[in-house]
């Protein structure tokens, strides 16, 4: 029993210490490690998994809707990437450049890409010439890497993994229409796939991609009260374009310039899963993304048929599509129970000599703890409700927590008050005026979220700007982030 004590009490407790929980939540539960080359991770198995049904689910929701997966080159010649400057300018801090191939010095340096707008552009160059070659629907599944200063798990490395989406169309509406169709998937998907409830919105012009007409945002809120940006959708216009002379000739025998977009999610999307879901006993995953879906523990599993029956319901429950393995180590139950807690499996089934005397066994939640006997024969279809339950409640607990979380302003007092006591969202006006943004950003490390795409965005005639006091033009979403 100590050694599963133990095994507990090594996770300080978030409300201790949230930044120490989330680092002993994913080194306890072995999602990454420490490597040699600083600033960067290791995936470890349990990890990786979680971004394989990430990146499935995902796939399947790109292609559903048009999309094809390509792959480019991962180093981008100094002088193409240099074609768009106001891309460049926002990269550039974060760059890492190439400058010898073996033992030759490069004429011309290349970075190592840290996003792939240019290599894109340099391709529709080459393959669009008429408006029959349009719409272009790319998306690729790659590694890129920005030299970061500070570093933390899946939230930030020099190195990580993404997917970029990138759409040449014929028109400026078919563009908006692509840029607000993948930030409606990505909302989606996160509130369905991985339970966690998102505010869809635009950001600000100070906010935005460099070198986008505008940049849409889903933001979440984690348990600490921090925003995570958790997925970007940017209408690129023609810009782009322009810079790299991406012209079609359209129906009307006119050259035009295409107009793109661009869109990504990250791996960060796991430290989300963990900062949300999570408590001081480990990981909580939701059933949809869980590698893992069910763990079997068998009790006293020396006894006669208890692990035959263990991997009888295993196998009741893998036939009805549940991930589900048998943990036959021979560490105490409560090891086991601990164990299978600290890594985040949704459920347990707990099955004895005495359970099969009975003719059942106990599904235990993972998210509440609470458990429910069974007859053995209706295992997989219980599980299969519980595990739907599950994904269901965890989701309806995030967004309780969020509106909970979720302030509003009507003084700058008010604003400065809530910023310094209250961790979470503050819905305030804004006159859009950047000087007001930076303002809130130095008086209290609030940064604009995003300007809502609900009914509530626009503000009022008589409605006030929460910094300066002049006329609102919006409502936005302010809080402190990641």
Known sequence: MAQDKKLVESITS?????????TDVVKKAELTGYTSVKGCMVFKPAGYAIWENIRAELDRRFKETGVENVYLPMFIPEGLLEKEKDHVEGFAPEVAWVTHGGLNELQERMCVRPTSETLFCDLYNKDIQSYRDLPKLYNQWC?????EKTTRPFLRSREFLWQEGHTAHATAEE???RTEQMLNLYADFLEDFLAIPVVRGRKTDKEKFAGAEATYTVEALMHDGKALQSGTSHNFGDGFAKAFDIQFTDKDNKLKYVHQTSWGMTTRLIGAVIMVHGDDSGLVLPPKVAPTQCVVIPIRQKADGVMDKAAEIRDMLKAAGIRTKIDDTDRSPGYK???QEMRGFPMRVEIGPKDIERGECVLVRRDTREKVQVKIEDVAEESAKLLETIQKDMFERALAFRKEHTYEAFTYDEFKKTADEKPGFIKAYWCGDVACEEQIKADTTCTSRCMP????????????CICCG?????????????
């Open 337 to 339: 129970f601990a164990e």
């Open 453 to 464: 795409l609900s009914d509530e965005a626009e503000a009022p005639e008589d409605a006030t």
């Open 175 to 177: 563009a908006q229409e």
């Open 470 to 482: 002049k006329k609102a033009r919006k409502l936005v979403y302010w809080g402190k982030a990641y």
């Open 14 to 22: 978030r409300e201790v210490d949230f930044a120490q929980w989330y």
């Open 143 to 147: 590694s890129v890497v920005r030299w």
